[in-house]
């Protein structure tokens, strides 16, 4: 195999592709683990309405960690949208 300049290229990509694949699961764990700690079980037990024993719907603060994903789905959405204008055009 001959190493050129554009499988160069291609594992400089790859390389960060995967730095930035390996932070963002670090940075999700993190946010995960931190929302969590913004109110204490009797909190939410005291904000829950239970059904029939099998179901608690609770009703608390938004996370960060779902602020982030909402941003981050609607940031997706809009990149979509703009790599496939022509796509959509004809509809």
């Known amino acids: ?6 499988y160069a290229s291609l ?7 995967t ?6 699961t670090l940075m999700g764990i993190w946010l995960t683990v931190r929302s969590g ?7 939410a037990n005291a904000h829950a309405e239970e059904f029939g024993g099998v179901i608690a719907e ?5 996370t960060d960690f779902l602020y982030v994903s909402y941003a981050v789905m609607i940031l997706w959405a809009l990149v979509y949208l703009w790599m496939h204008w022509n796509e959509f055009k004809g509809l």
């Open 58 to 62: 609770s009703h608390g603060p938004l």
């Open 37 to 43: 700690d913004k109110y204490s079980i009797e909190d």
């Open 19 to 24: 730095i930035a694949i390996i932070f963002a």
């Open 1 to 6: 195999m001959v190493f050129t300049e554009s």
């Open 11 to 17: 594992i400089n990509t790859y390389t960060w592709l």
